[in-house]
C-alpha cells in the first residue's frame, strides 16, 4: 500500500483521524475488551481462524511423584568404560571373568547396543534380550538380584 493512501496519512489535521467522537478509538473500548476477553464470544471467529486449539483439554500428564525415572546404559559403553569403572571399585576382576555392579551406578536397564568382547558378569534390574543374549555369547553371564 502507498503511503499517501494510507489513513493515518489521509487523516492528518482532522481532529478525530475518521473514528468518529473524540474518546473514541482511546481506550479499550474499540478492542472489544481486554485479554483475552469473547474468546466464547465476539472473538469465536478469530479463535476458529488463528488459535483452533484454544478451547478443550488435550492430553494427559501423569503425575510426577508416580513417574519412575529409568537409567539405561548399552553394554558398549560398559566395555568403554569399564577402566574408569575398576578405578571406582564398581567393577573388578575375579578370574578371567569381570564383575560389574551397574545396582551402584544408578542403572535400571542394560540394553544390548554394541559389542562386547570379553566375559563380563554384569549385576543389574533389568536386561534387554539381545543384551543378555550378547553378555552370554562373550562367556558372561546377567545377574538380576531378588528374581
Known amino acids: ?49 488463528y488459535n483452533p486449539t484454544y478451547f478443550g483439554k488435550n492430553g494427559f500428564r501423569s503425575p510426577q511423584h508416580i513417574v519412575t525415572k529409568t537409567k539405561i546404559l548399552n553394554i558398549a559403553e560398559i566395555e568403554n568404560s569399564l577402566d574408569t569403572l575398576m578405578d571406582k ?33 554384569i549385576t543389574a534390574p533389568s536386561f534387554s534380550k539381545t543384551a543378555i543374549k550378547k553378555i552370554q555369547e562373550a562367556g558372561g553371564s546377567a545377574v538380576i538380584p531378588n528374581a
Open 1 to 49: 500500500m502507498t503511503t499517501s493512501k494510507r489513513k493515518v496519512r489521509k487523516f492528518r489535521g482532522s481532529r478525530t483521524n475518521g473514528f468518529g467522537r473524540v474518546g473514541q478509538h482511546r481506550k479499550a473500548g474499540q478492542h472489544g475488551g481486554k485479554g483475552q476477553a469473547g474468546m466464547h464470544k465476539y472473538h469465536y471467529s478469530w479463535v476458529i481462524r
Open 89 to 121: 571399585k564398581i567393577a573388578r576382576q575375579e578370574g578371567n571373568q569381570v564383575l560389574v555392579n551397574l545396582i551402584e551406578l544408578g542403572v535400571t536397564k542394560v540394553l544390548g547396543n554394541g559389542n562386547i568382547s570379553r566375559p563380563l558378569v
